[in-house]
């Protein structure tokens, strides 16, 4: 989820970080640099400690950075926020202004510039603060509160304490939001009803059975974990207290937002895209920036998305005139296992040919609740705090009937070497702790995309075969980016996206409804898969033309996982100088 930065602490938090190498030893920079690091860890500690459950998920131990008096809450909701962000950013530039950008280290100008890039994007942005959505059916808070509770980890008894108190707030919260979609009502901006449906149902289908509510079967299961440090009684004080707060807090608590999205359906006043909103093509243009990361226009991404689509479309025709029987050869193949474990064992051996060997981290797959099936995605991976690399989670979303080479790509997607690769590698780059809070989901997603791409070719599978299946998934990917293009941002219709779809052969009419709705109530979600995956094809062509016989694969991965997630126009201005440190 995207973070809102509300306030800054005037509290100086004086934990000094050490200074990174890249620049010259004069003391006058390291007394720059000592300053800067100093302010970004103020602003991570006041910004990351505004959400309970952002810096449990950030910080594994934030005593470590002096944050031990603090109130659990889940933040704010309010379009009221949106007014004190503009006020908070300027603050934010101007002591960037103070400092002297040569004087840093190149990490350290690195962040600079990411920061100094998410500010003048988002001044603008102020005014948009309605045209925000808490409530999807995918990525929305609600639907992601009862994983993210479920795996919030119990280092110690205060975590604890931290985890029942957040429940505890859960109504409080739920109420903000609450007020936040009638405000939307009340504007006309509130959502289409198809998507109110879709969160009412997702609300019953989490408290359908109280009793059998799967955070009380995994707060019993974190709590026996903890039987060297609690005593019996008071674990027994714990569960019965958490069972107390979920069924009397958390489960009412979507059972009322259920009752007041029912009682706004019918208040919006627009069933399509963004577009049709009184200036939501403008803002859908800020969600794209803001998503991606990129800084090509939208009708840059539909050209680039086009000419994409049919370089893959061409290629798969070239293949299919050269073997008439490939498409029945990919209908048929065999993989040697559908084991999880083995799957991502034999990824980590494949892909050290093209990326540098991970850290040895533990890691665990998980299937999702059944409650939870239809709302989330095929996959997910959970991120580790930025000081505990050992927490990473997949979780396979059974319902999807991932299997085959799907299943194969999709643990690649997630784990090695996508998401979870990328996010060990960056929490062992050193990387200042602020950096956590800047990365898009162009970038993450964008990553995870272009290295499922190359994993069709570690399958044990014919090269033709695994080159036919990954140009149609990214043809496949385009259509859906085109669309969401066209739907926010062209004013498509239903029948527009029927027709679209028809150009490709696709004609199943329930169907594209399914994906046209989706996509009206999650703008942009394809957008930071696909033009995210562009970019890294951008930033590699870039690469390749610039070193020519210098350049592999390898050390194009390997110099963009010391960089860490940025903005494309940041990562590609700061590629030379971390190629020249390899």
């Keep these: 989820m995207k973070k809102k930065f509300i306030r800054l602490f005037s509290v100086f938090l004086a934990i000094l970080l050490s200074i990174e190498t890249g620049c010259a030893g004069n003391p006058e920079n390291i007394q720059t640099q000592q300053k800067f690091s100093e302010y970004t860890e103020q602003i991570f500690c006041s910004e990351v400690a505004a959400s309970t459950l952002n810096m449990h998920y950030n910080l594994a131990h934030p005593e470590d950075y002096g944050i031990t008096d603090y109130e659990v809450t889940y933040g704010n909701v309010s379009a009221d926020t949106n007014e004190e962000a503009p006020v908070l950013l300027e603050n934010w530039r101007e002591k960037l202004h103070s400092f002297e950008k040569g004087e840093l280290t190149v990490s350290q100008q690195m962040t600079y510039d990411i920061m100094m890039d998410f500010i003048e994007k988002e001044l603008p942005a102020a005014g948009y603060g309605l045209y925000d959505e808490i409530l999807r059916p995918s990525t929305g ?46 504007q006309g901006l509130f959502m289409a009803d198809f998507a109110a449906d879709d969160i009412i149902q997702q609300c019953q289908s989490f408290t359908a059975e109280p009793e059998n509510n799967y955070l009380l079967s995994t707060f019993d299961s974190r709590i026996a974990e903890m039987s060297d440090i609690l005593a019996k009684e008071q674990a027994n004080a714990y ?241 859906y980016a085109t669309a969401d293009m066209g739907i926010h941002h062209d004013g498509w219709s239903l029948r527009d996206t029927i027709d679209f779809f028809r150009g490709y052969n696709i004609t199943d009419k329930q169907t594209i409804q399914e994906i046209y709705r989706l996509i009206v109530e999650e703008p942009a979600h394809y957008l930071k898969y696909y033009i995210g995956y562009l970019e890294f094809l951008n930033l590699r062509n870039y690469a390749m033309d610039k070193y020519g016989e210098d350049y592999s694969n390898y050390r194009f991965h390997q110099a963009l996982m010391k960089m860490g997630p940025a903005p494309f126009g940041i990562l590609k201005k700061y590629l030379p100088k971390y190629w020249q440190m390899l």
């Design 141 to 186: 808070f609600t639907s992601q509160l009862p994983v993210l509770l479920a795996e919030y980890v119990f280092y110690d008894e205060q975590d604890i304490q931290d985890y029942l108190k957040l429940i505890a707030a859960t109504p409080d919260f739920f109420r903000q939001i609450v007020g936040f979609e009638k405000k939307k009502s009340q």
């Design 239 to 479: 569960i019965e207290e958490n069972r107390r707060l979920v069924l009397e807090q958390l489960i009412p608590a979507y059972q009322e937002l259920a009752a007041v999205v029912e009682s706004l359906k019918g208040t919006g006043k627009n069933n399509g895209g963004l577009c049709g909103l009184p200036g939501g093509k403008e803002y859908y243009c800020y969600l794209v920036t803001d998503v991606t990361g990129s800084d090509l226009s939208v009708p840059e991404m539909q050209r680039q998305t086009e000419e994409q689509r049919q370089q893959d479309l061409q290629d798969m025709k070239k293949l299919s005139s050269e073997d008439p029987l490939i498409a029945q050869k990919c209908a048929n193949y065999q993989l040697p296992t559908e084991d999880v474990g083995l799957i991502l064992e034999d990824l980590q051996v494949k892909m050290q040919k093209d990326f540098p060997k991970p850290p040895d981290v533990d890691y665990t797959v998980k299937s999702v609740h059944p409650s939870l099936e239809a709302y989330t995605a095929p996959a997910f991976y959970l991120t580790p705090p930025i000081d505990d690399i050992s927490r990473n989670c997949i979780y396979i979303n059974q319902s999807k009937g991932d299997e085959k080479l799907k299943l194969y790509t999709t643990l690649a997607h997630e784990g090695f070497p996508g998401h979870l690769y990328q996010n060990v590698m960056e929490r062992s780059s050193n990387l200042a702790p602020i950096r956590s809070l800047f990365g898009s989901s162009g970038y993450a997603e964008g990553w995870a995309t272009y290295v499922e791409m190359q994993s069709f070719y570690y399958a044990d599978v014919e090269k033709e075969v695994a080159a036919y299946l990954q140009m149609n998934q990214s043809a496949l990917l385009s259509l």
